[in-house]
């Protein structure tokens, strides 16, 4: 990236995440408004379903994004000495990491 | 070195102008961290949840016993601020409600909607 438009793409993409994120939480949140009371089954079917997996698959890469600019936005704004950043700033990117691995592998054990 | 600073630095709390508008953007942020923390938990719940019968069973106590102790309520509430502000500056971004008076509105309107859509959520979980 050159140093001209630095800053950009991560803006663009905590938008084009969050625009995503969004929408998913609006269709949780009717759902769930619909539909107050699951049995284990109902839950799981619906967890399980193909483009359900997938919709929540991606919802987490666009966690896992949208949570990596916030932190290292705020990490910036308040962290200012340099070892201490790093360190931070790797501990997050672990956290997200890991999270990220175990939701999928969740996703995928339901759905196998 | 002569130059003055033009802008007054107040380290007391009290006297810092705190519109509307600011609450909603730091509460924005708090609330956006949270989430980031409570992550570990939210994903530990959908294994839970996922697993069988009685795991599903077990998730539906911990988010009912953890409603109030835990703070549940508490990453309920980043969810929905950080969701509503978080709509609220995309809507600002393509230059929605952007004058002075839309834009305390809306801030008006997000920080006391959160609450009153997590204290909502209370009837809907408990």
Do not use: K
């Amino acid at each position: 990236m050159s140093r001209h438009t630095h800053g950009l793409s991560e803006w663009l993409l905590q938008r084009l995440t969050a625009v995503y994120l969004a929408a998913f939480l609006a269709y949780l949140l009717l759902h769930f408004l619909f539909q107050r009371q699951h049995t284990f089954q109902e839950w799981h079917d619906w967890m399980t379903h193909p483009a359900m997996i997938m919709a929540t698959a991606m919802f987490i890469l666009a966690v896992l994004v949208h949570g990596w600019v916030g932190m290292r936005d705020v990490v910036l704004d308040y962290v200012p000495a340099i070892r201490l950043r790093i360190t931070v700033l790797s501990l997050i990117a672990l956290t997200l990491l890991g999270c990220g691995i175990w939701a999928l592998r969740i996703l995928l054990q339901a759905s196998g | 070195m002569t130059t003055q600073r033009s802008a007054p630095v107040y380290l007391n709390l009290l006297r810092i102008r705190f519109p509307v508008g600011a609450v909603t953007s730091i509460a924005h942020r708090i609330s956006g961290v949270l989430l980031f923390l409570s992550l570990p938990f939210l994903i530990y719940l959908l294994d839970l949840s996922l697993r069988g019968p009685a795991g599903f069973d077990r998730a539906l106590v911990i988010v009912q016993n953890c409603w109030f102790e835990a703070g549940f309520t508490l990453i309920c509430w980043s969810l929905l601020h950080h969701l509503l502000s978080g709509i609220r500056f995309l809507l600002i971004d393509i230059e929605q409600g952007v004058t002075l008076q839309q834009a305390r509105r809306s801030a008006w309107l997000v920080n006391s909607l959160a609450p009153a859509l997590t204290l909502a959520c209370s009837w809907w979980i408990l």
